[in-house]
């Protein structure tokens, strides 16, 4: 390419600041970028240089160069034409320093003549101010810090000479050297492992040729090695070699205004070796080749792209405020600052994607209806693993203690916020899927009812569970995120199986007492029929005095209580048979069973009471003394109705069958055993309730005398069927009746003898 189009000095050269509000813009950095300015001041707008030049994502995939030499020695005018920068120079005429501080410019040759990629990527130059004590007088306080800069960033120094000038060993330029080699001694105290070697590369200008450039080559390391034998070294460094810290590289270029041509075409072959060229070199010897590449790995500083700015303003604030440059302290503050940026970076693409989700659950959750969230488990993986490795790509290139440190803090952070969700989630799963279990059972049973079949309420629970598990077991695996150790819901599960297994309990609780409901009411109709036909036994009076049938037990009034209680006990047991069975169908514990069978007998002895009071009530009771007490005494043993005459003992016959119906009031009045004369062990029957019996399944349970000790009814009031005052008056009525019967009689013979 020409390089005729090479530009004229800049009219204004501070020009570096972009201007407040406005989008900085390329034009504003077309002679680069001033990083250090006269004043010392470094320049916050570096970063923004950086991003303008699309260096900021390179990573290690850049470069950076130094150039030094003294004032006005064409420096500016060969990074220019090797470059392609637009660093102003001296104009001819006025002879008058231009370059202040430090300029930057990243290299704008990035292809060749054919259009290849001739230079490597993210070459960028920094143009030194030169010293010549003519401008700047005796100002080696500049020199010495800028030397000291660029020792801690570059990694090529081009040491920039005439060729008059080799040789003159106390010129300036050895001052300048002397000033590197003592602030490069420095930084290497401290950083003795973590510092790279650096390549001085000497470009010895106006080269006329006579003397080879192997010649100026000896004698510069002649030189050289006498100022390095000549500086201080600090302890423990005495015996250290200028090899051990830098490789050395010298090139001579024509005279460019006497021979431009000549000038142009070296520049171009020096630019070729700016490429990448990683191929192995001698570690110690100098390089002779004209072609050896100069940007070695083993150069780089390792500063990460995106850290280089905030990493330089803080070497030259050390530098500027002459503190102990600590270059690996400053790499893992660097590291430290640059990770939290990252990892904020990465949280603002974490956040957008998982703050809504949170928001919603937290809303859901306000609300008392925690919702399943859908697709939460994708979100969560990729907002995890997109921070993490967007983290990873860009943090990992620093100080590897701090990024480890600083990951591990990033996943806390982030971890914490999926866990939060995760529970959230199974939270609500938790809840859904006990609800639907609980309603899937309920309208299981309800279906199983309404067919009228025996349901299996065991297997309804089975299935329904089975369901619940499942599809709790899909939600948790839905939101399991990837590589994360603490996700899984293991615990969760056990809880929600745990939780099924409660509300199962109480459903068949539930089954338990709609089981016990049926029983009951089989009972009820059971019980009611056969203690009414005891009852209607009684209007047969001669059934105490008949001589028993062929074969069957005799039948007394006075053991109509042992009757009722046979009837009863053997009814109640049969219920007990078939509750059990059922219950056991489903499962029910053996403690569940014992409660519900207590239940049944007590529940039981209520509906015989209820009955037998029924059957003693006024009219009732009274009805049956009646037939008993007419039965006894119309009828004659053999059962034939008497016709009476007046010869009958009417008086005799009435007495002895109303005293023989007379009796049965007391017998009546108290439920006893005629074999033991007392009442039925109704307290032993019952039992004593199960240990494992509770407040609810006691609610609706009518306390019983004699069982339930603390009522204060004996079991004797308990079988008390007719209080003495109403036996008394059970008595007179039946008395008046049975006098009615008896005169209806007496007219009834009267009657017969006047017909
Ligand atoms: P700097 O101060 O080192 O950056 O020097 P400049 O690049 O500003 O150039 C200073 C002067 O030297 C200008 O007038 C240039 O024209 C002149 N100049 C540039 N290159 C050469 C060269 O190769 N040989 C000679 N003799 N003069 C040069
Ligand atoms: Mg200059």
Same mark, same amino acid.
């Given at each position: 390419p020409s390089m005729s189009t090479q530009k004229s000095a800049?009219?204004?050269? @501070?020009?570096?600041f972009a201007p407040v509000g406005e989008q900085p813009t390329m034009e504003q950095y077309q002679h680069g %970028?001033? %990083?250090?300015d006269e004043d010392k001041e470094f320049n916050p707008n570096l970063s923004t240089y950086f991003q303008l030049e699309k260096v900021t994502p390179a990573g290690f995939n850049y470069h950076i160069i130094s150039v030094f030499g003294?004032?006005?020695?064409?420096k500016s005018t060969l990074l220019n034409y090797l470059f392609g920068t637009d660093f102003g120079v001296m104009s001819e005429q006025e002879r008058r320093q231009t370059t202040k501080g430090i300029w930057m410019s990243k290299n704008?040759?990035? %292809?060749?003549a054919d259009g290849g990629k001739s230079m490597a990527d993210n070459i960028l130059v920094m143009d030194v101010e030169g010293t010549?004590? *003519?401008?700047?007088?005796?100002?080696q306080d500049f020199e010495r810090k800028s030397a000291l800069f660029a020792l801690a960033t570059s990694e090529v120094l081009i040491v920039n000479i005439w060729e008059?000038?080799?040789?003159?060993?106390?010129?300036a330029n050895m001052g300048l050297l002397k000033t590197v080699f003592e602030v490069n001694l420095q930084l290497f105290v401290k950083g003795r492992e973590t510092i790279p070697r650096s390549l001085l590369f000497f470009v010895i200008r106006?080269?006329?040729?006579?003397?080879?450039l192997v010649n100026l080559k000896n004698t510069l390391i002649q030189d050289l090695s006498r100022i390095w034998s000549t500086i201080s070294k600090p302890k423990g460094l005495? @015996?250290?070699?200028?090899e051990d810290y830098f490789d050395f590289a010298f090139v001579g270029l024509p005279?460019?205004?006497?021979k431009p041509e000549a000038f142009q075409q070296d520049v171009e072959k020096l630019s070729?070796?700016? @490429?990448?060229?990683y191929k192995d070199r001698k570690k110690h010897g100098l390089v002779?080749?004209?072609?050896?590449?100069?940007?070695?790995?083993?150069?780089?500083?390792?500063?990460?792209a995106d850290g280089f700015s905030t990493y330089a303003a803080n070497i030259w604030d050390q530098i500027v405020h002459n503190k102990d440059l600590d270059l690996p302290t400053q790499q893992e503050l660097l590291a430290q600052f640059r990770c939290d940026e990252i990892a904020r970076e990465v949280l603002v693409g974490f956040d957008e994607a998982i703050i809504p989700l949170e928001e919603q659950q937290a809303l859901d959750i306000t609300s008392g209806k925690p919702k399943i969230i859908t697709g939460l488990g994708q979100v969560m993986n990729s907002a995890r693993s997109n921070a993490l490795s967007n983290f990873e790509t860009a943090a990992?290139?620093?100080?590897k203690g701090v990024y480890a440190r600083k990951r591990t803090e990033l996943e806390g952070k982030v971890d914490g916020r999926l866990k939060a969700l995760t529970q959230g989630q199974l939270a609500a799963a938790h809840k859904a899927g006990v609800n639907a279990f609980s309603d899937a059972v309920s309208a299981a049973v309800k279906d199983g009812q309404k067919k009228g079949a025996q349901y299996d309420f065991a297997e309804i629970v089975i299935i329904e569970k089975k369901n619940a598990i499942t599809r709790f077991e899909a939600e948790g695996m839905a939101i399991l995120v990837k590589?994360?150790?603490?996700?899984?819901?293991k615990q969760e599960l056990n809880l929600y199986r745990k939780d099924l297994d409660e509300v199962s309990a109480k459903l068949r609780k539930d089954e338990m007492r709609r089981l016990a409901t049926r029983v009951e009411r089989w009972v009820r109709s059971r019980l009611g029929d056969s203690v009414g036909l005891e009852f209607n036994?009684?209007?047969?009076? *001669?059934a105490g005095n008949g001589a028993p049938e062929e074969g069957v037990k005799p039948k007394t009034e006075k053991d109509i209580w042992d009757r009722i209680w046979d009837v009863f006990t053997e009814m109640v047991s049969e219920a007990e048979k078939r509750f059990t069975e059922r219950a056991r169908s489903f499962d029910a514990s053996p403690e569940e069973v014992e409660i519900g069978l207590w239940r049944l007998r007590r529940k039981s002895w209520g509906v015989l009471h209820t009955k037998i009071d029924e059957e003693v009530m006024e009219g009732n009771i009274l009805l049956k003394l009646r037939e008993n007490f007419e039965d006894k005494f119309r009828y004659d043993e053999a059962g034939v109705p008497r016709i009476w005459r007046?010869?009958?003992?009417i008086e005799g016959l009435y007495t002895k069958a109303r005293e023989s119906t007379v009796t049965l009031i007391p017998l009546l009045s108290r439920f006893r055993l005629?074999?033991?004369?007392?009442?039925?062990?109704l307290d032993a029957w019952i039992?004593?309730?199960?240990?494992? %019996?509770?407040a609810a399944d006691e609610e609706d349970l009518i306390p019983i005398g004699g069982v339930d000790?603390?009522?204060?009814?004996s079991l004797e009031e308990e079988m008390t069927i007719l209080n003495d005052a109403k036996q008394q008056d059970l008595t007179v009525r039946f008395k008046k009746m049975a006098d009615g019967v008896f005169v209806e009689a007496k007219r009834g013979a009267l009657g017969t003898v006047s017909s």
């Open positions: 800049p009219s204004v050269m @501070n020009q570096h %970028v001033q %990083v250090i003294s004032q006005s020695t064409g704008k040759r990035g %292809v060749d010549d004590g *003519r401008e700047r007088g005796e100002d008059h000038q080799v040789g003159l060993y106390q010129g106006d080269h006329i040729g006579h003397t080879p005495e @015996n250290s070699k200028i005279h460019k205004i006497l070729l070796r700016f @490429n990448e060229g002779d080749e004209s072609s050896e590449p100069i940007l070695l790995p083993e150069y780089h500083r390792r500063i990460p990992s290139r620093y100080h590589d994360a150790s603490w996700s899984n819901f036994k009684l209007g047969s009076g *001669r007046p010869t009958d003992d005629s074999t033991t004369s007392s009442p039925p062990p039992g004593i309730a199960p240990s494992a %019996v509770a000790e603390e009522e204060g009814k």
